[in-house]
């Protein structure tokens, strides 16, 4: 037990683990410098495969990039976005109070009042909605309702 965690090392020397190194056979200088200018050429066509393919890229890129923006310009704006364009109407219509709501205009009473109850908790003033909204999404579901009764 004496000796746990120490190795015998040539002539007997008791050595810990830490400080045990094999004897390794030490590189000539020449070894070294033949595997560091293998290394340096390596690197080098490396980077100059990179440049050239960058180079190349650059000129591809010319051409392709033209006919990118004319077709992107070619595109209306608003294909890129599900938000309804424009403002409220100043007298509501029909198709607008649907839209508010987010039902159809021809929904039932239930479906506009559970709708509206909906939207009412989750942008109702007193609970930091806008007042302009909740306004806006009263006068839909009143807009539907009346439309309703007929």
């Given at each position: 037990?004496?000796n746990?965690?120490?190795?015998?090392v040539?002539?007997?020397?008791?050595?810990?683990?830490?400080?045990?190194?094999?004897?390794?056979?030490?590189?000539?200088?020449?070894?070294?410098?033949?595997r560091?200018?293998?290394?340096?050429?390596?690197?080098?066509?490396?980077?100059?495969?990179?440049?050239?393919?960058?180079?190349?890229?650059?000129?591809?890129?010319?051409?392709?990039?033209?006919?990118?923006?004319?077709?992107?310009?070619?595109?209306?704006?608003?294909?890129?976005?599900?938000?309804?364009k424009g403002?409220?109407?100043?007298?509501?219509?029909?198709?607008e109070?649907?839209?508010?709501l987010g039902?159809?205009?021809v929904?039932?009473?239930?479906?506009?009042?559970?709708?509206?109850?909906?939207?009412?908790?989750?942008?109702?003033?007193?609970?930091?909605?806008?007042?302009y909204?909740?306004?806006?999404?009263?006068?839909a579901?009143?807009?539907l309702?009346?439309?309703?009764?007929?």
């Amino acid at each position: 037990m004496a000796n746990a965690g120490r190795v015998t090392v040539d002539g007997g020397d008791m050595m810990r683990y830490a400080e045990y190194s094999p004897k390794t056979n030490p590189r000539s200088d020449t070894d070294t410098d033949r595997r560091l200018g293998g290394t340096l050429i390596a690197v080098g066509l490396g980077v100059a495969a990179a440049g050239f393919a960058g180079r190349y890229a650059f000129q591809l890129w010319k051409p392709l990039g033209q006919v990118f923006s004319e077709t992107v310009r070619k595109m209306p704006s608003s294909a890129f976005s599900s938000y309804y364009k424009g403002g409220f109407e100043q007298k509501m219509s029909k198709r607008e109070a649907s839209l508010v709501l987010g039902i159809g205009p021809v929904s039932t009473k239930a479906k506009v009042r559970e709708v509206h109850r909906n939207m009412m908790v989750l942008n109702h003033p007193d609970k930091g909605g806008s007042p302009y909204l909740a306004a806006k999404i009263n006068e839909a579901k009143d807009l539907l309702d009346k439309e309703n009764r007929r």
